[in-house]
């Protein structure tokens, strides 16, 4: 378990960089860009400066979580491959700096949220911060398989945040968003986590191809991708949204449909095999962009 001692003793001081890696914004792009297509496909749009920093209180929160998290698993992020050149393993910061950091940009996004739009959007920031950091980070991802399944909760939360900034409360659509990403982040990761499962079995982390192999992963890829598509059609039979969201959506996920198919069907053992695997994460982020895209784009034809 994580201890409050740094990585390295001899930690160089962190510059601004090193902040804003521990943000994660690779991770934030596609936080932000939820939220903000959660907000625009509101039928009801703020001023400019409080839809502004409703999706400024978004992005500071999903960073406070990416701080966070790497504040947690420092010592595992040290043990990986991909991960081992971050701040904080890499000892260009200490534990402690970056745990103020976390806690500090969390607080003033929630606050922020609450004074500058409404506090049922506050208390959602943070409760989808709280849920990351103590649920996933904390208490799923060292100790079950399906930490990604439940703990993607986490990261479905921006569209509803931006839609209830936005009106100050909850609807059908917004939940159907939120859906959707919570049923697409298990094949989304499954997929990276079949051609980098070695990095997870060396820092113990129990991800689904290490306990149980990657045909099991495989197949559950397949499985979970069936209610997303679901989901991601559902709100044009239920009239909540047009005919250019309905087609883009059911095209859209007949592709990751054909992917995660070859992904069940493929049977390699080595990441250099691993070709669907990586098409098929590939996608989803493409996926997932495209989906809300024309979701605003349908609702603003309208």
């Known amino acids: 378990m994580p201890t409050l001692e740094m990585s390295n003793p001899a930690a160089l001081p962190a510059d601004w960089r090193d902040f804003v890696a521990l943000t994660k914004p690779r991770v934030m792009y596609l936080v932000v860009f939820t939220g903000l297509c959660g907000l625009l496909a ?16 978004i992005a500071l929160g999903a960073g406070a979580c990416g701080a966070l998290n790497q504040w947690y698993e420092a010592d595992i992020d040290a043990k990986m491959r991909r991960t081992a050149n971050r701040p904080l393993p890499a000892g260009r910061m200490d534990r402690e700096a970056a745990l103020h950091f976390g806690v500090g940009l969390g607080a003033f996004s929630v606050l922020l949220m609450g004074l500058a739009t409404n506090w049922l959007a506050a208390a959602l920031l943070a409760a989808s911060i709280l849920f990351y950091v103590l649920i996933y980070t904390v208490w799923l991802k060292p100790r079950t398989a399906q930490n990604i399944v439940i703990g993607g909760a986490a990261g479905a939360f ?3 945040i931006g839609w209830v900034a936005a009106t100050g409360q909850v609807a059908t659509l917004p939940v159907l968003l939120f859906a959707i990403i919570f049923l697409w982040t ?11 499962r070695s990095d997870y079995a060396a820092a113990g982390i129990p ?9 099991t992963t495989r ?10 598509v679901a989901a991601a059609i559902a709100p044009w039979p239920l009239a909540l949204t047009g005919a250019v969201y309905g087609i883009s959506a059911a095209v859209l996920s007949f592709v990751f449909l054909v992917l995660a198919g070859r992904v069940a069907a493929n049977r390699a053992t ?3 095999d691993m070709g669907p695997e990586k098409h098929l994460f590939a996608y989803s982020v493409f996926y997932l962009f495209a989906l809300f895209a024309v979701l605003v784009a349908d ?3 309208a």
Do not use: D, K, N
Not at 42 to 57: E, H, S
Not at 186 to 196: E, I, K, Q, T
């Open 219 to 228: 197949r559950q890829i397949f499985i979970y991708t069936l209610p997303m």
């Open 207 to 215: 991800m689904l191809p290490v306990v149980s192999g990657p045909e």
């Open 270 to 272: 080595e990441p250099a």
């Open 42 to 57: 509101a039928p009801a749009m703020p001023p400019l400066v409080l839809g502004f920093t409703a999706i400024l209180c």
């Open 158 to 160: 921006p569209p509803l």
């Open 186 to 196: 298990p094949p989304h990761f499954w997929a990276l986590s079949l051609f980098v």
């Open 299 to 301: 609702r603003w034809l």
